[in-house]
């Protein structure tokens, strides 16, 4: 058994709020964030697969494989994307760095062959992330 | 004569369009950058002045004037903030990372007491920055 | 259930040196540590907390809160002091990386509402940190 | 109980290669790393010891000890090395990056006076790394 | 007049060997370096390139072109490839960070339209790197 | 003609502290700088020197000896050392960032065979750094 990690970059706008709150409650709970013209970041994605290593290549996954099923599950639906306004998890959900996670999550369970998806992690800044195991997913 | 540089760091959405373009010469042209919902980037800006060293001090400018003044004419106007729709400068430029340098050097020059405006540069991602000199400002 | 990690910094000085040692035995184990004018490190903190997702907020523990309280235990306590002479749990305990992992976590934990704290992360270096999960502090 | 990690680095030579297949299959699998001329990369080695603190160092590991033992039975070895032809567990092992974790594992184990191994971190790229607790090893 | 940077990565095997000189010189000047078997790096390549802002795009130079001229002109030659094998300029001259810097120059001059090249930097690893400047290419 | 640059680390105490001023204005202008326990920095340092690429070796300088000269001249002397205490320059001089760039500027010129110092680059933390280009050393 053994992990493998593998990083992906995306770039998006969003910006928080509770629309069973007032503006006054908004600003209070998400300050800065709060502003609906929205803000951006570039995130930095980190999905962990677990697996035993395939004697005949050396490897768990394929990492072409796994780099294409990240673009197509991930990168290319949320990069350079307004993650409130153009990603359909996101119109009722708010797109926190936690809940980000467990979207991805989502987007990749059960995608990935021979291999487990075990964690997925999600940068907002440099000193800010989020790691989701999957528990209650 | 010695340099000295300061980082700081904003959180922003844009997006590229010129409005005197048809919709497929911007998609041509700015590719995913131009979808007007806009995407983010954590943005980090480097400015460098050029001065003498007080020799009371050690320092050429007082580092807590520095953050104050970057704080004040950059970080709390552009950070959290749409550049096309809630900075001037952006409502007729578009905001590409070297127009983005050239901005904050207007917005800084002549604003540092004793010392000397040397180059601002700015990160849009960890592989792509601008620097501004101030040549033609 | 969900991981929440934030990072923060302080700048401290440290020595290294046990009192019932003899110099020669501090300068074995503990080489050019053992210099008590004492050195100094950027510190980089990274504080993990664990919890579920609130509906309303999208977040696991207010984010706001939880950067309060790391500057009021932590970062206010350590940053730009000497760890041996101005902190008092360091004046009985040698402050290598693993006791100051140890320290922040007995500084931390309780006082983080409605999230666990899970893990203590502290680098002294980029190439060298230490993790504390609690286990018999 | 804590966790002490130390980073090493070494710059190595490697190709991916299954002989008992023919060249378009390694081609199909591992693409322009199957160029047997080879390529290299800075891998950086992260290795995490797990134990209790010495009351008296401060220490669970000491860290002279600890360097020298990842520089004797892995960096010397690995270093400035083509791994397919100059390191023995790769005249078998196509070198990946989880049969190198793997394999610094088993050259790891039982080296290390009071403490346990606990996990081998390789990264191959800043994007692309492997991490072993030693299931299976 | 502004200076934009992009980066690429390549990561190559090298040795470094003058056969004008006996294996011992090699050795005493080399190293590590002179194993002719190889060994490797991510290499990380920046290239700057001078101009005016064109007013309708806001860009000193296209970033899709710019990617595109160092993908076909350096990456896809230079990456995963052995660089005294495989890449001619090393047939002939030790490719040592100051070499590559000055090989890529050559390769981009001239190339990249509407944009004065106006720097290589090549780093070897993350604390060495080379600035070539075309003086004398 | 061609540069190349070499990082190289080391970890200090120090404190600011005019002693021609009184303590309030100590405080006033170098704020938590001021505690005369000190606090410390993992500095690092960027040695840039500029000459021609020897045909015969492809270095403009030998690396070893360039290490070797930074190990003697600066890391030997500054590294786990309380800068105001320890380090000759420093019992007259505040060390500023500014003032230990010139500090190791003027430790290392004329030190370097065949070859230029040309800028002397020293990071205190990764978001503020001085450079020194000899200019009234």
């Known amino acids: 058994m053994i992990l493998l990690t593998r990083k992906a970059e995306f770039s998006s706008a969003h910006f928080y709020w509770n629309p069973a709150w007032s503006e006054a409650e908004n600003q209070r709970v998400f300050g800065k964030c709060a502003n609906r013209q929205g803000h951006g970041h570039n995130y930095t994605l980190e999905v962990t697969v677990e697996g035993n290593i ?49 979207a991805i999550w989502r987007r990749l369970v059960g995608k990935i062959p021979n291999a487990r998806l075990q964690r997925v992690r999600v940068y907002e800044m440099p000193d800010l992330f989020a790691d989701f195991y999957g528990e209650g997913a």
């Open 54 to 102: 395939d004697p005949a290549s050396g490897f768990v996954v394929d990492l072409k494989l796994l780099k294409e099923i990240l673009e197509r599950e991930v990168v290319s639906v949320y990069d350079h994307r307004h993650l409130n306004h153009e990603v359909p998890e996101f119109s009722t959900t708010i797109p926190t760095t936690e809940n980000i996670a467990v």
